[in-house]
């Protein structure tokens, strides 16, 4: 039996990954007392009749056994949720090894969606909407450390969620915990401000004096070639995939689990776009999760 507790931030996308799994056919069950999860674990495993307190307790849910279960658990449990370490160690008696999805995303995000969706904070009733989600950071960083996938959603969208959970949870495919997003922006728009790591190639050849491709982008074949074509961009883009496979094992072993990458030239359109399409597909082959976006491609069209 696939047994998932999904946990994390609220506001970090628990009750969309909830729907995922439910439509790829998992038993869900969102925000259960955490001291009724064995009483779950006992109806969902099935495989044969017991006698408890005199009750039979059938062969799983709706009579038959389940395969696959996840279960909801935040910050809303309360008191209770001091109590989860001990419980998921009592699981062990029913041969289940729970998978623990943690989803996190940073502060600055939390509160944007807070605000669009006008909601408050579970344990800030009224004040800060961020000392809310510190607090709960706080209350919450023995699961994600006992976490065996933590995907950070800060940058994702919906779809992009869709994707790895269908690559844990669906396709069964191996997953390590992070995720690089590779951002091509414009430095006449402003700097990327969400980055850690910034490369500036605006010493490439830009297709912008080109009158053929001047209206084009680095989405379309005739300018990746164009940029791709010098010496300086193919150096550029070895050493820079040599650089981040130094870099990133280095940032997980030290808890790191998202790398924003920025790549940015004038517009945001012609060279980042190329080297930010370039640099994905050498990182692709890496198993990370990955996403490359174009900030700015579609300004003063």
């Not at 590779?182 to 728009?189: L, R």
């Not at 491709?213 to 005739?222: F, H, S, V, W």
Request: aromatic fraction near 8%; hydrophobic fraction near 40%; charged fraction near 30%.
């Amino acid at each position: 039996m696939r047994f998932v507790i999904v946990s994390g931030m609220s506001g970090a996308g628990k009750s969309s990954v909830l729907k995922m799994l439910e439509d790829a056919g998992y038993f869900c069950v969102d925000n259960l007392p955490i001291p009724l999860i064995p009483v779950l674990t006992k109806l969902t495993i099935g495989g044969r009749k017991e006698e408890q307190d005199g009750m039979a307790i059938a062969e799983g849910l709706h009579g038959k056994a389940i395969s696959k279960a996840a279960l909801g658990v935040d910050i809303r449990s309360g008191q209770a949720l001091e109590e989860l370490d001990e419980i998921l160690n009592q699981l062990k008696q029913f041969e289940v090894k729970p998978e623990i999805l943690f989803l996190d995303c940073n502060t600055e995000v939390l509160v944007k969606r807070y605000k669009e969706t006008r909601r408050t904070h579970p344990l800030i009733s009224a004040g800060r909407i961020d000392a809310g989600i510190e607090l709960e950071r706080e209350k919450l960083e023995f699961l994600k450390t006992r976490a065996d996938y933590i995907i950070d959603t800060s940058r994702m969208l919906v779809r992009d969620l869709k994707t790895e959970i269908d690559k844990i949870f669906v396709k069964g495919e191996s997953y390590q915990n992070f995720f690089i997003s590779i951002v091509s922006f414009g430095f006449k728009y402003g700097i990327l401000q969400d980055a850690d790591l910034v490369f500036d190639v605006r010493f490439l050849p830009n297709p912008y004096y080109v009158p053929e491709l001047k209206r084009k982008t680095g989405q379309e074949q005739d300018v990746y070639d164009f940029v791709m074509k010098s010496e300086q961009a193919e150096v550029f883009l070895s050493k820079l995939e040599d650089m981040l496979k130094f870099l990133i094992p280095s940032y997980i072993l030290e808890g790191k689990n998202q790398l924003v990458v920025g790549i940015g030239c004038t517009g945001g359109k012609h060279r980042s776009v190329t080297i930010a399409r370039a640099i994905g597909d050498k990182l692709g082959e890496y198993g990370y999760g990955l996403k490359v976006e174009h900030r700015d491609i579609a300004k003063d069209v």
